[in-house]
Each structure stands twice: as structure tokens, then as C-alpha cells.
């Protein structure tokens, strides 16, 4: 027998496709901005191993020369990602379903042993919820992050009115820095949430669209020829 | 009940559910693209979708809500200033300049004559130095000391009326570079008509004889070479502003 499972509520669905384009927007209306002084780089003294960005970058993505509009849309869309990042949290917390995604005493052991399993080290998963301890983790830490980019994006925005937050921070021009690697991170998450929504398979992906996941009840589906 | 092709009822419910599921989320795509290309396409407010311009005008009663004469721009030890400052900006400073004959003009709502003061009672008001951080629009710093009066007490001596109109506009003799600022920024107690920088005179390039050094602001408001001061309850005009840029700017 199939069964449907219940997995995701319309709420959390709608608020996680919702915060993907906006996110998707913050960060290139970000790039606009940043662009106007990209500074930053990894490396050590003299020697540098990249830029942000190589002028590949900018040109690829035609990004030079956009900085008002960057600024107007950044400001623009602030509010919404703000808005629906509070709703998230709101709900989380209201619903009770903030108890399946903050990390747990046990989730950072459960997700050395997913990262294992998922280099294929380890045979077996950890038994789990809804989520195991790897995307516990990664989800929690992936809200802390927006919550990181409000915060030292308000002490960018309004440095002076907000100066004892800036301050806080590092000062102007820490905040800025901060608030470019947040970004990056974002980008980190981004690339790993896609690799691992692809390995999972349909079934899971469907879970987020359309809120159930289909159980394949192995005891009776045996018992039923077909 | 059995459905004709034999399904069973879950796997129905499911592909019901998933494809209204998937509908919605397409045309929530659909919607929001169509959102955003209206939103690009609509008619520009001075180089900006009016959407866009009046966002940025909701912004600025936030910002103005919340602003107070008692927050400060952090200020720094003499030893923090940068050893460059970094040039930028030079509009309104290409005509030759006459130092020697150099006045200020000033103009307030309640009277069609324009004043004229001069370095002389701009530099009799009361001198402030003050080291604070020129915050550009592109994102980069610089630490400055600055010295010069308080527009606040130039205001109160040389154009008392001036302080109850809702805007300053300030150009450079030639007209042009110009900016527009709120009056309540304008008055903030670090707003100075600033004549020395770094503790020498000010130099050209930075803006002598007379610059406006504005912490409360960008950089960009931070005009030079100062040839006019207009009181006014008309927004002015605003250089960058103009080109797409948010004509409140204020940090």
C-alpha cells in the first residue's frame, strides 16, 4: 500500500519559495552595490588567490556602472525579504514546528555521520524527524545567517543613527565586510541545498512543492500481489 | 473506491495534489515575473521607476522618523585620521576661482535679496574641529579632521529665517554641482561650513574656500567650493539625485 505522508505546511512552503527569489534579488542588487568599491579578496600579505570579482565576473553578469539602481532595489526589496524572514520565524515559533529544525543536543554528531554517509564513509543514516542532524544545523544556521545580513545591513545603512550597532560590528567598514561574507555564504549554502535536494530525489523535492511525501508501505505492498 | 485504472486512492490524491501544487507554484512564478517586469518597465522618476523613487521616498520619512540631532557620527583619535584622503569628485570645481572675491551668497524664503557674507564672518562663528568618517555612496571611508563653523550657527546669525524652511539647497558658483538637503540634517550639530582640513587651510581640490562636510549624509553631499546657500519649502534640486541616486541619502 502507498500512503501520503504529511510533510511540509503550506505555510513553510510558500514562505521558503518566496524567500528564494527574494534572496535571489538581494544579492544582485548587492553585487550592483558592491561593485562601486569590490575590495575584498582571499589571500594572505601580498599574495592574492582570488579577487571578488574578476572582471569576467562583473562583465559576464553586467554588473559595472549599476550602482543607483542596485541601491533603489536593494532598498526596495529589504522590506519584503525582511517581512517574509519575520512571517518564517513567526511561524516557526507559533506552529511548534521550530522544534523539527533547531539543532538538537544530539544533531551535531548526526551530522558528522550524514557527512560521512554522504561521502559514502558510512553505511547507514542516523535515525531522524522530518530533518537529520546535517540540515538541522544548515537550516538553523542558514536563518542566523539572514538574521546576521538585517543586522549588519541596517549598521551599513544607517551607520550614524545606528552607530552603537556599527560599532558593535567592527565599525563601517567591518560591517560591510561581514555583510559580504554573509552573502557568500549564502551563496555556500545555495550550492550545497541544490546538490543535496538533487540527490534526494523527486519524491522530496515534491514534498516542498506540494507538502506530502509518498510512503511505500513495504509489509503490505509484499502481502498485496499487484 | 477503485479508480478505472486501477490506482490506488492514495497515489490518486497525490497526483491530484502535486499537480495543483505545481500549477500554483507556476503561476506564482508567472506572477512574480510579471511583477518584476512591471515594475522595470514603469515610467522613470529622475532616472528611476517611480516605484523605485517612491520606495526610496518611504524610506526617507522612516529614516527621518528616527533621526535625532542626539545620535553622532562616531568621532576618532588624531591618530586614526588616514594619511590620504582620497580625492573624488570634481564637478563644479573646473571654472578658475577668485579666492580674494569670494562670497557667499545666501538666499532665504522670507526675502527676495540675496545676502552676501564673507570668509571673514564665516570664520568669526564659532570654530569646531571635528574628526569623523566621510562615508562615500560607493562604499569606501575616509577618516578626516575636520575644522569649520556649525551651519546650525551660521544659520542662526546670518539667516535666522532660513532655519524654518523644510530644505537647504546649496550650489557651486558655476551652478554646477549642487545638492539638497533636509533641514534637520542641515542644523545637526556635525553639519560644518568647513574651511580647514587635516590642520591646514583647505585645498582646492578639496574644496576651498568653503565645503560642506556632512556626516549625517553621503559623501556626495559633501559639496565643494560652496557659492550658494538657498533656504527654501521646495525640495531642491539634487545632482545625483538626479541620475538615479536617492535624493535623501542620509546615514
Same mark, same amino acid.
Given at each position: 500500500?502507498?500512503? !501520503?505522508?504529511?510533510?511540509?505546511? +503550506? &505555510?513553510?512552503?510558500?514562505?521558503?519559495?518566496?524567500? $528564494?527569489?527574494? *534572496? @535571489?534579488?538581494?544579492?544582485?542588487?548587492?553585487?550592483?552595490?558592491?561593485?562601486?568599491?569590490?575590495?575584498?579578496?582571499?589571500?594572505?600579505?601580498?599574495?592574492?588567490?582570488?579577487?571578488?570579482?574578476?572582471?569576467?565576473?562583473?562583465?559576464? !553578469?553586467?554588473?559595472?556602472?549599476? +550602482? &543607483?539602481?542596485?541601491?533603489?532595489?536593494?532598498?526596495? $526589496?529589504?522590506? *519584503? @525579504?525582511?517581512?517574509?524572514?519575520?512571517?518564517?520565524?513567526?511561524?516557526?515559533?507559533?506552529?511548534?514546528?521550530?522544534?523539527?529544525?533547531?539543532?538538537?543536543?544530539?544533531?551535531?554528531?548526526?551530522?558528522?555521520?550524514?557527512?560521512?554517509?554522504?561521502?559514502?564513509?558510512?553505511?547507514?543514516?542516523?535515525?531522524?524527524?522530518?530533518?537529520?542532524?546535517?540540515?538541522?544545523?544548515?537550516?538553523?544556521?542558514?536563518?542566523?545567517?539572514?538574521?546576521?545580513?538585517?543586522?549588519?545591513?541596517?549598521?551599513?545603512?544607517?551607520?550614524?543613527?545606528?552607530?552603537?550597532?556599527?560599532?558593535?560590528?567592527?565599525?563601517?567598514?567591518?560591517?560591510?565586510?561581514?555583510?559580504?561574507?554573509?552573502?557568500?555564504?549564502?551563496?555556500?549554502?545555495?550550492?550545497?541545498?541544490?546538490?543535496?535536494?538533487?540527490?534526494?530525489?523527486?519524491?522530496?523535492?515534491?514534498?516542498?512543492?506540494?507538502?506530502?511525501?509518498?510512503?511505500?508501505?513495504?509489509?503490505?505492498?509484499?502481502?498485496?500481489?499487484? | 473506491?477503485?479508480?478505472?485504472?486501477?490506482?490506488?486512492?492514495?497515489?490518486?490524491?497525490?497526483?491530484?495534489?502535486?499537480?495543483?501544487?505545481?500549477?500554483?507554484?507556476?503561476?506564482?512564478?508567472?506572477?512574480?515575473?510579471?511583477?518584476?517586469?512591471?515594475?522595470?518597465?514603469?515610467?522613470?522618476?529622475?532616472?528611476?521607476?517611480?516605484?523605485?523613487?517612491?520606495?526610496?521616498?518611504?524610506?526617507?520619512?522612516?529614516?527621518?522618523?528616527?533621526?535625532?540631532?542626539?545620535?553622532?557620527?562616531?568621532?576618532?583619535?588624531?591618530?586614526?585620521?588616514?594619511?590620504?584622503?582620497?580625492?573624488?569628485?570634481?564637478?563644479?570645481?573646473?571654472?578658475?576661482?577668485?579666492?580674494?572675491?569670494?562670497?557667499?551668497?545666501?538666499?532665504?524664503?522670507?526675502?527676495?535679496?540675496?545676502?552676501?557674507?564673507?570668509?571673514?564672518?564665516?570664520?568669526?562663528?564659532?570654530?569646531?574641529?571635528?574628526?569623523?568618517?566621510?562615508?562615500?555612496?560607493?562604499?569606501?571611508?575616509?577618516?578626516?579632521?575636520?575644522?569649520?563653523?556649525?551651519?546650525?550657527?551660521?544659520?542662526?546669525?546670518?539667516?535666522?529665517?532660513?532655519?524654518?524652511?523644510?530644505?537647504?539647497?546649496?550650489?557651486?558658483?558655476?551652478?554646477?554641482?549642487?545638492?539638497?538637503?533636509?533641514?534637520?540634517?542641515?542644523?545637526?550639530?556635525?553639519?560644518?561650513?568647513?574651511?580647514?582640513?587635516?590642520?591646514?587651510?583647505?585645498?582646492?581640490?578639496?574644496?576651498?574656500?568653503?565645503?560642506?562636510?556632512?556626516?549625517?549624509?553621503?559623501?556626495?553631499?559633501?559639496?565643494?567650493?560652496?557659492?550658494?546657500?538657498?533656504?527654501?519649502?521646495?525640495?531642491?534640486?539634487?545632482?545625483?539625485?538626479?541620475?538615479?541616486?536617492?535624493?535623501?541619502?542620509?546615514?
Amino acid at each position: 500500500m502507498v500512503r !501520503l505522508e504529511e510533510k511540509h505546511p +503550506l &505555510a513553510i512552503r510558500w514562505l521558503h519559495w518566496i524567500s $528564494f527569489p527574494l *534572496l @535571489f534579488l538581494m544579492i544582485w542588487s548587492g553585487l550592483l552595490i558592491y561593485w562601486a568599491n569590490g575590495i575584498y579578496r582571499v589571500g594572505l600579505g601580498q599574495i592574492t588567490l582570488f579577487r571578488f570579482f574578476p572582471s569576467w565576473f562583473y562583465d559576464g !553578469l553586467d554588473i559595472p556602472q549599476r +550602482l &543607483a539602481e542596485g541601491m533603489a532595489l536593494h532598498f526596495f $526589496f529589504m522590506w *519584503l @525579504f525582511v517581512a517574509n524572514g519575520v512571517v518564517y520565524v513567526l511561524y516557526l515559533a507559533i506552529s511548534g514546528e521550530w522544534r523539527k529544525v533547531l539543532p538538537e543536543r544530539r544533531s551535531p554528531r548526526d551530522a558528522i555521520q550524514v557527512t560521512l554517509y554522504d561521502l559514502r564513509l558510512r553505511k547507514e543514516l542516523p535515525p531522524q524527524g522530518l530533518y537529520n542532524g546535517a540540515q538541522r544545523i544548515a537550516y538553523t544556521g542558514v536563518i542566523v545567517m539572514a538574521m546576521g545580513s538585517v543586522v549588519t545591513g541596517l549598521a551599513i545603512y544607517k551607520p550614524v543613527q545606528l552607530a552603537w550597532l556599527a560599532g558593535l560590528l567592527g565599525g563601517y567598514p567591518m560591517a560591510r565586510w561581514e555583510h559580504f561574507w554573509l552573502m557568500i555564504g549564502f551563496l555556500g549554502f545555495f550550492a550545497i541545498h541544490i546538490s543535496q535536494v538533487i540527490r534526494a530525489g523527486w519524491d522530496n523535492f515534491r514534498s516542498m512543492v506540494a507538502g506530502y511525501s509518498l510512503v511505500r508501505d513495504k509489509k503490505e505492498a509484499d502481502e498485496v500481489p499487484e | 473506491m477503485r479508480s478505472p485504472n486501477k490506482k490506488p486512492d492514495a497515489e490518486h490524491e497525490a497526483a491530484a495534489r502535486s499537480r495543483r501544487a505545481f500549477l500554483t507554484l507556476g503561476a506564482g512564478a508567472v506572477a512574480g515575473y510579471g511583477g518584476w517586469a512591471w515594475l522595470r518597465s514603469r515610467p522613470e522618476d529622475s532616472s528611476l521607476e517611480w516605484p523605485l523613487r517612491g520606495m526610496l521616498g518611504n524610506n526617507e520619512r522612516v529614516a527621518e522618523a528616527f533621526f535625532s540631532d542626539g545620535h553622532l557620527a562616531p568621532s576618532f583619535d588624531l591618530s586614526r585620521v588616514d594619511a590620504k584622503t582620497r580625492l573624488n569628485g570634481d564637478v563644479g570645481l573646473q571654472s578658475t576661482l577668485d579666492k580674494d572675491h569670494w562670497v557667499l551668497n545666501v538666499r532665504t524664503p522670507d526675502s527676495a535679496d540675496t545676502r552676501q557674507i564673507t570668509m571673514a564672518q564665516i570664520r568669526a562663528l564659532p570654530r569646531v574641529e571635528q574628526i569623523t568618517q566621510l562615508n562615500c555612496i560607493e562604499g569606501w571611508t575616509v577618516i578626516v579632521q575636520w575644522a569649520g563653523a556649525r551651519l546650525a550657527d551660521f544659520t542662526a546669525k546670518y539667516a535666522r529665517q532660513g532655519g524654518d524652511a523644510r530644505y537647504v539647497g546649496m550650489q557651486t558658483p558655476d551652478r554646477e554641482y549642487f545638492v539638497g538637503l533636509d533641514i534637520a540634517s542641515a542644523l545637526h550639530p556635525q553639519t560644518l561650513l568647513c574651511y580647514e582640513m587635516n590642520g591646514a587651510e583647505l585645498t582646492t581640490a578639496h574644496g576651498a574656500p568653503l565645503r560642506l562636510v556632512i556626516p549625517v549624509k553621503y559623501g556626495v553631499k559633501n559639496i565643494k567650493r560652496i557659492g550658494t546657500i538657498t533656504y527654501t519649502n521646495d525640495r531642491p534640486e539634487d545632482y545625483w539625485a538626479g541620475d538615479g541616486y536617492d535624493w535623501y541619502a542620509g546615514l
